[in-house]
């Protein structure tokens, strides 16, 4: 049994990116990844390990004013390279708040996902671009983690830069129909960080949105609203 996780910052704030852009959420940053993507702009702040009943707390003094919270977003890095201290935290924290439990994931870690999805409510789920992440192509795992997710309340998000190619599109595009046409799809375009320095134009947002509506029934481009607000 896993008694602590390491987390490098828990906070209450909006949230920035996909369909619930601007929902106010708690925060709980899982410290690590298994992925090292160029446009990543997560800080690297120091870790804290702590327990379950820690953990709790924490999230409850965050939990004010009643109401005022939609969700508790685990997120990271990574959180499900933390799955065995997740599927301990999950269940104590339903019983403290009764909030939905919205997941954000790089989308690579499927048989990690299997172990938490009865306990989750809403994933976030990336699909990533080798030209824009720069890694290798996951094709085989983001289909199965979809295949996963699709029991829950599940979307995709793809980050595109200037440098993404159409045929990249269509492949994830394809992924994603293969599962289920009524996943939605959010584009974001890059903020420039790390290695990635070029947004997509508004030709490309425009060809990309394109390629997407042929396939899939929901499709926004959404950017990251909170460096816009300035918030975290």
Same mark, same amino acid.
């Given at each position: ?20 852009v601007g929902a106010r959420q708690t925060f709980i940053r899982f410290a690590g990844c298994n992925l090292s993507c ?39 890095? @990574?959180?499900?390279? $933390? !799955? =065995?201290? *997740?599927?301990?935290? /999950? ?8 909030? +939905? ?13 299997? @172990?938490?999805?009865? $306990? !989750? =409510?809403? *994933?976030?789920?990336? /699909? ?8 290798? +192509? ?95």
């Amino acid at each position: 049994m896993v008694n602590t996780a390491q987390i490098s910052e828990i906070f209450s704030s909006f949230q920035g990116e996909g369909l619930y852009v601007g929902a106010r959420q708690t925060f709980i940053r899982f410290a690590g990844c298994n992925l090292s993507c160029q446009y990543c702009d997560t800080p690297q702040t120091s870790k804290l390990a702590v327990s379950v009943e820690e953990l709790i707390k924490l999230v409850c003094d965050l939990d004010k004013p009643a109401g005022a919270v939609h969700s508790t977003c685990l997120t990271g890095g @990574e959180p499900l390279l $933390q !799955v =065995d201290f *997740i599927k301990q935290f /999950i269940p104590v924290l339903k019983q403290s708040i009764k909030l +939905p439990l919205y997941l954000e994931t790089n989308g690579v870690l499927p048989d990690h996902l299997a @172990e938490v999805i009865e $306990q !989750v =409510d809403i *994933i976030a789920m990336d /699909i990533k671009l080798p030209s824009a992440a720069g890694t290798p +192509p996951f094709w085989k795992e983001h289909k199965k983690m979809l295949e996963i997710a699709r029991a829950k309340e599940v979307f995709v998000k793809i980050i595109v830069t200037g440098e993404t190619r159409p045929a990249e599109m269509i492949e994830a595009v394809a992924l994603i129909a293969s599962v289920d046409e009524n996943i939605p799809l959010v584009l974001q375009p890059v903020t420039p960080h790390g290695q990635v320095k070029h947004r997509p134009s508004a030709e490309q947002l425009f060809s990309f949105h394109s390629i997407a509506t042929r396939k899939l029934k929901t499709v926004r481009v959404i950017p990251q609203t909170h460096k816009i607000l300035g918030v975290s």
